[in-house]
């Protein structure tokens, strides 16, 4: 277990709703950010909205997941120098990089709208997010 969670009290059953919690309100937050999806009479259909929405939320928690996991990664391979650690740091940061360009947050920063693979894309987002989550949860043990 890393050193900075054997010296807490607290173990991976409250480290990663912690960090769950911090990418949801993180996500939340992020609604606030003008969608760039345009529709012909002024207002986007809200199915289309909610994928978009979920979308957002679930970029925003794999982020957090994953900046958890490279923490503790870093952290361990700065503290052993076992190489499988820094396998396993370049990994998460190429995770990192193409969750963040893949993120429906640019498509609002730049005003881009999102294609017509939203829900296919939005499964996969969740995949990733059960995946990390149970990733985070092993590593800390």
Do not use: C
């Amino acid at each position: 277990m890393p050193a900075e969670v054997t010296k807490t009290r607290w173990g991976a059953s409250v480290w990663v709703p912690i960090v769950l919690m911090i990418g949801v309100v993180a996500g939340l937050g992020l609604l606030s950010l003008p969608s760039p999806v345009q529709h012909p009479f002024g207002r986007p259909p809200p199915e289309f909205e909610t994928f978009e929405n979920f979308g957002l939320i679930l970029s925003t928690l794999n982020v957090a997941l994953l900046v958890a996991l490279l923490v503790i990664y870093a952290r361990m391979y700065s503290d052993t120098g076992a190489s499988f650690a820094l396998g396993f740091v370049l990994v998460l940061g190429a995770l990192l990089a193409e969750t963040v360009v893949g993120s429906p947050v640019l498509f609002r920063l730049f005003a881009i709208p999102p294609g017509g693979q939203t829900p296919f894309l939005l499964l996969a987002e969740t995949l990733k997010a059960a995946a990390l989550a149970i990733f985070l949860y092993l590593s800390l043990q």
